[in-house]
């Protein structure tokens, strides 16, 4: 029996369960789900023989495996670090393997022997990144098709909250590792801009933050987004002067969480030690000169910023100014933080989050010019049902069956930039919702 052993069953992974679940009956295959903690594994029902559950150490390589060596593909929604090593086990053991994130130098070394035993790696296959590829390569083939040149090239994603929900002000709550996000961005950002290579470090990042107004989705903060300039190559943008990648949140949110980053709050590359009786408001204080003011009008004049601002009511709303006591241990100022965060940032039963994506892109031909602005805003359902686990999970399910009944085919280390993938996936996606709305204009 064809059998697909799924690594993690996380927050995003319940549309991936539910659609290979009904594929696996319907085509009598086998879906394994395994994962290192039983509470993720209790909120499955086994319904049929076509649907297990095992609890599986990561860590522990003999019986991984073992797992692996029994499954016809496998689909890792492990943290990132896991990956490479799920990979050298499935190419060993002669396997198909699939996740969600970026395609590390490591993996692309691996393509060779990947191509050689015939079997297909499909990485990036998620939301960002994934349906951004894929969604792109889509608008950069139509306009080619056209005879057109593509002059510049701007994308943005966010992960967000639906508007019009509880009193939030940041307009944002964890739907993926609390952890990464708060240490979102570390690595800086560049990009091309006007044909020439830009550069902003970690500590300019957010206060460097652009404005992005989409019709179905009101006005953001982007901030850009690692290494725009590889996806020139990737994406076949070879006139392109401009190339950049953001990632979207709420207006007012970047300039306010720029007052953590400038500070200090968001590093995990030390430890501090919390002893009893400490408090949030204690570790406030750590990182402003003494004063007989209070500590939050010291974080404004350290900052530069207006106490009774916006940016400062953001900030006060986490509680960092309060006396609510720091667990005890050593911790990085990041892991504190986002145990702060929790508290304010976990889903309710009251909540929905969103998914917003835009490619803005300006293209010329036969000396006129165009914009085309190409949008997607997806609405969660609940706090398990988000829009986030349907657009990183789906595409992975829908990659999956399409490789197990053979309509992707093509061997070696695949990004969904491939034709065969992204031909295939895109119109699959519009039938769960994933439907972008798209706008042009002559410029």
């Not at 549309?15 to 209790?42: F, G």
């Not at 016809?72 to 896991?82: F, G, K, M, R």
């Not at 994308?155 to 979102?184: C, E, I, Q």
């Amino acid at each position: 029996m064809t059998t697909i052993l799924l690594l993690g069953a996380g927050r995003t992974a319940i549309y991936l369960i539910d659609y290979l679940a009904i594929a696996a009956a319907a085509n009598n295959w086998a879906l394994r789900v395994a994962d290192s903690l039983p509470s993720n594994l209790d909120r499955l029902t086994e319904t049929s023989a076509h649907l297990s559950k095992r609890l599986l150490n990561i860590e522990d390589t003999e019986s991984l495996s073992i797992e692996i060596q029994q499954a016809n593909l496998v689909i890792s929604l492990l943290p990132a670090q896991y990956h490479l090593q799920v990979a050298q086990i499935c190419l060993a053991h002669g396997r198909h393997f699939m996740s969600a994130s970026y395609a590390s130098a490591e993996f692309f070394g691996l393509s060779q022997q990947i191509l050689a035993k015939g079997l297909s790696f499909i990485k990036e296959m998620g939301l960002d990144p994934g349906i951004d590829h894929m969604s792109t390569m889509h608008m950069v083939n139509e306009i080619a098709q056209k005879g057109g040149q593509v002059r510049s090239y701007r994308s943005y994603t966010g992960g967000l909250m639906w508007p019009g929900l509880p009193h939030n002000p940041w307009g944002y709550k964890f739907t993926w590792n609390p952890f990464y996000v708060v240490t979102a961005g570390r690595d800086g950002a560049t990009w091309l801009e006007g044909g020439k290579t830009k550069r902003l470090p970690y500590h300019r990042l957010f206060d460097s933050a652009e404005r992005l107004h989409m019709e179905n989705g009101g006005d953001f903060d982007a901030y850009l987004n690692r290494d725009s300039i590889t996806y020139k190559e990737l994406y076949g943008l070879t006139q392109a002067q401009t190339v950049a990648r953001y990632t979207l949140r709420r207006k007012g949110f970047c300039q306010a969480w720029a007052a953590f980053v400038r500070l200090g709050l968001t590093g995990f590359q030390h430890e501090l030690e919390i002893g009893p009786g400490m408090t949030y408001q204690d570790l406030a204080e750590m990182f402003v000169p003494n004063g007989s003011s209070p500590v939050a009008l010291r974080w404004a004049k350290a900052l530069g910023m207006d106490p009774q601002g916006p940016q400062m009511d953001l900030l006060s709303w986490t509680g960092i100014f309060d006396p609510i006591p720091l667990p005890q241990g050593r911790f990085s100022p990041a892991k504190l933080l986002e145990i702060l965060l929790m508290d304010k940032w976990t889903l309710t039963t009251l909540d929905k989050d969103a998914i917003y994506m835009a490619h803005v892109v300006e293209w010329s031909c036969e000396g006129r010019s165009w914009e085309h602005r190409s949008e997607l805003a997806m609405e969660g359902k609940d706090p398990s049902h988000t829009a986030m686990a349907l657009t990183v999970g789906m595409p992975l399910a829908l990659a999956a069956e399409l490789l197990l009944k053979g309509q992707i085919t093509q061997p070696g280390l695949l990004l969904p930039t491939h034709p065969q993938v992204y031909s295939a996936v895109l119109p699959a996606l519009e039938q769960h919702g994933v439907v972008f709305k798209h706008y042009h204009k002559e410029l």
